[in-house]
Nanobody, 126 residues
Framework: QVQLVESGGGLVQAGGSLRLSCAASGRTFSMYAMGWFRQAPGKEREFVAGLTWSGGMTDYTDSAKGRFSISRDNGKNTVYLQMNSLKPVDTAVYYC???????????????????WGQGTQVTVSS
């Protein structure tokens, strides 16, 4: 089992940057595929970015490509989401998620993840 704690959210102006972090407990973090999701008020939770246990494979939702970058440091049990050129439509609660998997597939669906953090608020002002 793994516990996830997100940090790094906040208020930023359009065009600005934020880096989200997700710290995981446990000694087997390197055996988990990880993902970032977001949920805006009144909307369903949606996939933003994901990567495999090694970080060798990554995937992004179309709106994040070219602006966001997901990475992980297995030595620090942490996954990151670097967000650049932020837009007001990026405003949401951002969640980190984990699934025990050591393959080369990047999971995109909410139902495919077993563990979730509590979320961190990102607000982008125009």
């Amino acid at each position: 089992q793994v516990q996830l704690v997100e940090s790094g959210g906040g208020l930023v102006q359009a065009g600005g940057s934020l880096r989200l972090s997700c710290a995981a407990s446990g000694r087997t973090f390197s055996m988990y595929a990880m993902g970032w999701f977001r949920q805006a008020p009144g909307k369903e939770r949606e996939f933003v970015a994901g990567l495999t246990w090694s970080g060798g494979m990554t995937d992004y939702t179309d709106s994040a490509k070219g602006r966001f970058s997901i990475s992980r440091d297995n030595g620090k049990n942490t996954v990151y989401l670097q967000m650049n050129s932020l837009k007001p439509v990026d405003t949401a609660v951002y969640y980190c998620a984990a699934r025990r998997a050591v393959g080369t597939y990047v999971y995109r669906a909410v139902a495919q993840y077993d563990y979730w953090g509590q979320g961190t608020q990102v607000t982008v002002s125009s």
